[in-house]
């Protein structure tokens, strides 16, 4: 297992031009999280999905943010026309659904793809 | 809405001594509490965790105690060395739910 992979680790564009994220889970965890991370703040939360369905979005994630996890397993996170507002560590997460009585996910974190928005 | 308040500032000691970084938080539930780190150029680790009142975590020689009464999920280590230079940030989420609520972090430098 070589835990939650993310790639680009880094991406460089123009504003106006739109972008893709992968990320690979850790193969038996069936939840997969993005957060967005700026400097000096902590992760927040975009949105997660329990196998192939997105099961929630945070209100961050506006109509140029698209996430996508069509067979369950690797996930896209795509945001079009980037502004540089956008400038951020995108962050994906992957846990396993905790079905004992505690109901405490414990996500694995990947390094990070960021983005830099000229 | 529930949050997570750590203290203010970034932390720098000398190896050996004593390390705090404050963390309270505010909740509707009964949340469980979790400390991440990220060392540099790396992603959060999971360092402990902590599910329910009085209850300890520990890793690592860190430790954290979920202090209920004082909503506080305060982590320690009495020794800290060179690679624990790292950025910690407090978590909290709740039972059934599906995100953490972060902190902003604390940047912690150990100086030799």
């Known amino acids: 297992d070589t835990g939650v992979s993310q790639d680009p680790r880094h991406k460089i564009t123009k504003r106006g031009q739109n972008v893709t994220f992968r990320c690979d889970p850790i193969s038996e965890h069936n939840r997969l999280y993005w957060y967005r991370q700026t400097l000096g703040q902590g992760p927040e939360f975009l949105t997660y999905f329990q196998n192939e369905a997105q099961l929630e979005k945070s209100r961050l994630l506006s109509d140029r943010f698209s996430a996508e996890r069509p067979k369950g397993s690797f996930s896209t996170l795509e945001i079009q026309r980037t502004e540089q507002g956008d400038s951020a560590m995108y962050l994906c997460a992957s846990s396993l659904a905790d079905r004992g009585l505690t109901g405490a996910n414990v996500l694995t974190f990947g390094a990070g793809s960021r983005l830099t928005v000229l | 809405g529930d949050s997570v308040t750590q203290m203010e500032g970034p932390v720098t000691l000398s190896e050996e001594a004593f390390l705090t970084i404050n963390c309270t938080y505010t909740a509707t539930g009964y949340p469980s509490l979790f400390w991440y780190v990220q060392y540099p150029g790396e992603g959060l680790q999971l360092l402990l965790k902590?599910?329910?009142?009085?209850d300890k975590g520990s890793n690592k020689g860190f430790e954290a105690t979920y202090r209920k009464e004082t909503t506080s999920f305060h982590l320690e280590k009495g020794s800290v060395q060179v690679s624990d230079s790292a950025v910690y940030f407090c978590?909290?989420?709740?039972?059934?739910?599906?995100?953490?609520?972060f902190g902003k972090g604390n940047q912690v430098v150990v100086i030799p």
């Open positions: 902590a599910t329910k009142a009085d």
């Open positions: 978590a909290l989420i709740l039972y059934g739910n599906n995100r953490l609520a």
